[in-house]
Each structure stands twice: as structure tokens, then as C-alpha cells.
């Protein structure tokens, strides 16, 4: 059946909304591998290229796909099965096929997407710490792209916290992008998965990143922007989680910074402003290890005790 799968996400004369609806009236993917054409409703009947394309069926790419795959360690997930995540799959733009490195988890565990932007401050990943480090403790998973700046430190302290964490690639998972990250990347193949809509052997490009970021949004049950520019690619994550109605926060930051202008935004629009205070607080298991850990930041001039009784972030 995954070759099947495989021919009909590949086919190119007709769009995922088609290939659904297909499968809605053939009930299985070699059921339409199998049709005549007349057998086809009408409008696609008269579709020359979708025409061309049946005529000529065959499932050598897919077996090269499943080859190539099998070499590379990688395993296909459908949408059909029940590893491919409930939210994600009701999503239109959810794809039939998967690529994935590493173990998706059975449980029903909740998902965070913690994103932002590839030019991270210190106080933006002092903030990407705590922030997983909560939701690790709530027994969430921890969603990111694996790009540079914040979705790198997002899947680095879900580790160190002993979580499990999902990366969302816009390439082939037999290839490493950012080449920086090919560290990270295996560590997550062990903790969780990194997930691909792309076979191997797919070069990253612009229209497979926005792309990335939908399917990242479709596996959210929460999206967390800490920090982002005024065209981050963070920014398209959370408006697609907005259209799928994920629960959206953002991270209150300097309005003096170029950093800070896509969450005060998404914030001014609605978004639920996540108090780092707060999280601070509960991540602390006694005072004497949170102290430690604010001291550290105090020497380090990232944060400073206030007049008002509260610890305040001084590093911008």
C-alpha cells in the first residue's frame, strides 16, 4: 500500500485537495492506481494531463523512493495511520505521505510548537529554555524546524530536559540543513523524530519552507513565537495555526528591537502574551535552584533585581 500511496502524492496533473477527494470515492489509493479512466468522474475525464499521466502509471519511483529509503534508514508514515496525528490529519493541507527519521510516539501527548526567529538574542533563548523546560515537565512534545536561533534551542532544551522533540524539515531526510545541525539532528532521531513531506534526495528550497511551516502548524496543539522579525517565517507558522484554531502565544519583548516586532504584532492581533515570570517560577523544584540559576544570569549581566522585588531581564 505505501507504494500506492507514494504514486498518488507524486502525481503531478492534479492538487492534494483532488488526490483526497479521490480516495474519498475509491476508498484506497491502489483502487485508483487500478482505475480505468473512465471510471474517473467527468472533470477529470477531461483533464489532458491528469490523462497522460494514468496512461502512463507505473510505480517505479515509488519502489526507488521505498528503496532509497530503506538504504537511508528512513520509514513512510500515511495519512491513514494511526501515527500520523488526529489534528494534523482533519487539515486539508495535511499530506498523504510522510518521511520520518526516528519514533513517533503512540501517546496521546500534547504538542507545542516553540518557533522563532534564526538571529536569537540571549534573552530570547534564555526564554526558549524555560519555556520547554515547562512544557517537558507538563509531558508535552516539543515541535520546531531545526533551523538556526530559536527552533535549534527549542529542541536542545527539550533534550536536556529529557523530553521528546519533533523537527519539521523542508528536505529530503537523507541530507542535513543546516549543515550546523547535523549534531542536532541525529540526537533527535534517538528523542523523537525528524519529519520530512519530501522523499530523498529533495534540495531544500524557498516554497518547501512555507510549506514545512504548515505541516508544522497542523501537528501544534499550541504555538509559541518567542521571538520574531517582520517577515519570519515564525510569523507564518503561527498564521497558519490561526486558520487551523491552535491556541497562539508570543513572547513580550523590547519594542526597540528588530527581534521583538513580529510578537508585539501577533500580540496586538490577539495572540496570549506567555508571562516568563511566571514559568520562571514554576520551573523552579526548591528556591536554592532557582536562585542558582538567577545568580548565574546576574553575573553574567542578563538579569538584574529591581527596586520593585522582581527579577527583570537587563541584556538588551
Sequence with gaps: MLAYYIWLSNLKSINLMDKKELLKKFITPENIYAASISEFPKEYQNRENFVKEIERRNLEQSEDILQNNANNNIKTITIDNPLYRESARIEASSPLVLYYKGELSMEAKPTVAV?????????????????????????????????????????????????????????????????????????????????????????????????RNEILAGWADEIVVVEAGDKSGALMTADFGKRFKRKIYAVPNNVFKST??????????????????????????????????LFILELEGQVGFKPDGKWHYTGW
Design 260 to 293: 521583538s516586532i513580529g510578537c508585539n504584532r501577533l500580540i496586538q492581533k490577539g495572540a496570549i502574551p506567555l508571562s516568563v515570570a511566571d514559568l520562571a517560577l514554576k520551573l523552579s523544584d526548591t528556591p536554592e535552584n532557582l536562585n542558582k540559576e
Design 115 to 211: 518557533v522563532g526567529t534564526r538571529k536569537a538574542t540571549e534573552y530570547g533563548k534564555v526564554v526558549t529554555q524555560l519555556i520547554c523546560r515547562e512544557y517537558v515537565d507538563s509531558k508535552s512534545i516539543i515541535l520546531s524546524g531545526l533551523a538556526a536561533g530559536i527552533d535549534s534551542v527549542a529542541h536542545q532544551a527539550c533534550l536536556d530536559a529529557g523530553g521528546t522533540t519533533y523537527a519539521f524539515v523542508a528536505n529530503g531526510l537523507d541530507s542535513y540543513y543546516p549543515a550546523q545541525n547535523l549534531k542536532l539532528m541525529e540526537t533527535i532521531e534517538k528523542n523523537g523524530a525528524v519529519i520530512s513531506p519530501y522523499p530523498a534526495g529533495t534540495p531544500p528550497k524557498p516554497h518547501h519552507f512555507i510549506n
